[in-house]
């Protein structure tokens, strides 16, 4: 067991004495904190070295895997560019395709790098289809880097832009750049404001980055951060202005040809989310007076919100996307965690519905106004994206394009169940498993969750969700307080000094599990990743008689801290500020680092994270494994395992993320008895 120093370190918060004596590991090129990495990561070996099934997971992931891979296509003129994986290729390959003819691979990120740690993140196409504008990140890095192709030549242009995060990529109608935005390079500004002082700029093809245009910025309010477009009519250019994570937004317009932005919106008081525009009739999706969504159309000229007009009135499920098209509103709603298509007309009268089969997700939907077509894609827990047109005019849908996997899913099913929570909130689970399955209680479950940051948990295919199933392990899925499963409501029950309501819930999916004889709780892992990091740390630290195993991703788990690293300052709109005395209590409550207990046992824990996580600081899941070690009994396992040239999870390599699931089947396989 690798022993760790302690400093004594004692901050104050707001009279309260609190330690934090693994705050050396903070520093990632320390020698200090280089000398416990490695450590750590030859214990990992050691505990990795002697699993029975390694080869055979690994052999039976990588054929799961070997299927084609589509992503949603977008149409624009008259010519396809979609994703598409062949199987095992490290990374997804964007593709070209005439009408009538063969698919052309056009940028192929799997050339860009000899391990395939070098992922195509973001395209956008010129509006007259010259030129595709695309992002790259290495190494699962936030920070991409920005370069154009010629459709013509099929080479890059030269033009590149460095140190860009979250950006847009918004094209001129004449083709001649785009708008995008970016934080300060890293040393011209402090470097607690390398991720403040966000601006729009525009790039004119051709020209040196270091030219970029300053279209917008607001210094005044350093930790906004802007998501330019372009309008459908193409006469303005729009601004979706954030601040964090937070659901609330502004959103400015300007006329091309003006000098000045309108500020349209401008109270961050709800969400709104740029529809469609007609001149100078706006079109949004709003939670405004409405927690589920609703449509509301704003006019330029008579802004005050006693003119607003409401065109598609909030439904009793939670509107998750819309698009305008041939007069119609198509609109994803979130319907008991699983998506629903609908379809009503300019005024607002429901018009019929899209039928999707069964409980299904939606992977993305894309429009083109030039053919009248919506192309989008459905996955399940047992079925990989198919990919789809919808004939507006026709009100026809067609299979684009349609997997074939190396296995037959039939012997299995996925139900969906409802659970009730600690205060009797009742809870949607999924539960997917072999057909037939008896409840004897003596079944391995691998429970996930998430809860937060209004992100929905719908069904969502993974290949080693297979496995685990073949294994005769069942997969469930708690949709927790925090997400978006039934609007703003929902999730405002989940975060800030709510927040417990989502372990709670967690805690309450594990107890039905085991109530309703799935398994034991020696058979119960739970896993999740980033805010689900958190999740299953808490939960983990609250509860450690009630699970046999934790699989803790790249989370979050210093809630004192987490907003002084990178961009963990998004995220105080979601989980509080530990400096402001009203938010310490509840976050000092929870922190999973602060409320590990002396001499408890707690359940086996694999932490893993990424050495270039710069969204989730590998420094939380350090500090949790150190202080795990130095206050748990000494019969709990606590394995940190530190990927190499991997972030967050950002355009992760096929070939690592096998290797990572071969070591998740490990841990489970040796902890699970």
Known sequence: MVVARKDTIVEDFHGTKVADPYRWLEDPNSDETKEWVQGMGKDCEAYFSDGDVREEDKERLTKLWDYEKFGVPKKVNGRLFFQKNTGLQNQAVLYMQDEGEEPVA???????????????????????????????????????????????????????????????????????????????????????DENNFNKVYFHTLGTDSSEDQVIYERPDEKELMFQALVSDDEEYLCLHVNEGTAAENRFYVQKFGEESFVHLLDEQDAEYSYITNEGSIFYFKTNHQAPNGRIIQVDLNQSGREHWQEIVPEQKSAMAAVVYLNEEWIIAFVEDAHHVLHVYDKEGTYSHEIELDGMVSLTGMNRSKESGEIFFGVESYLHPTTTYVYHS???????????????????????????????????????????????????????????????????????????????????????????????????????????????????????????????????????????????????????????????????????????????GRYWIPEYGNAEKEGDFPFLYAYSPLHNIQEGTTYPPVLIATAESDDRVVPAHAKKFAATLLEKAHPDSTVVLRLEAKAGHGLGKPVSKVIDEWVDFFAFLDKELQ
């Open 106 to 192: 056009f940028i192929d990120p799997n050339t860009l790098s000899d391990d395939g740690t070098v992922a195509l993140i973001n395209y956008g196409v010129s509006n007259n289809g010259k030129f595709v504008a695309y992002s790259v990140s290495t190494h699962g890095s936030d920070e991409q880097e920005i370069r154009v192709r010629d459709i013509e030549t099929k080479e890059d242009t030269g033009d590149v832009i460095e140190h860009v995060k979250f950006s847009g990529l918004a094209w001129t109608p004449d083709d001649s750049g785009f708008y995008y935005s970016r934080f300060p390079t890293p040393g011209t500004v402090e470097k607690e």
């Open 393 to 567: 005019n026709e009100q026809k849908t067609e299979v684009l394009k349609e997997t074939s996997l190396p296995v037959d899913t039939n012997g299995f099913e996925t139900t969906q169940v409802m659970y009730p929570s600690k205060d009797g909130t009742m809870i949607p689970m999924f539960l997917t498993h072999r057909k037939g399955l008896e409840l004897n209680g003596q079944h391995p479950v691998l429970l996930n969750g998430y809860g937060g940051f209004n992100i929905s948990l719908t069904p969502a295919f993974n290949p080693a969700i297979l496995r685990w199933v073949e294994k005769g392990g069942v997969y469930a899925v708690a949709n927790l307080r925090g997400g978006d499963e039934y609007g703003e409501e929902w999730h405002r029950a989940g975060m800030l000094e709510h927040k417990q309501n989502v372990f709670d819930d967690f805690i309450a999916a594990g107890e039905w599990l085991i109530e309703n004889n799935y398994t034991s709780k020696e058979k119960l892992a739970i896993t999740g990743g980033s805010n689900g990091g958190l999740l299953v740390a808490a939960c983990m630290v609250q509860r450690p008689d009630l699970f046999g195993a934790v699989i803790c991703r790249v989370p979050v788990i210093d809630m004192l801290r987490y907003h002084k690293f990178t961009i």
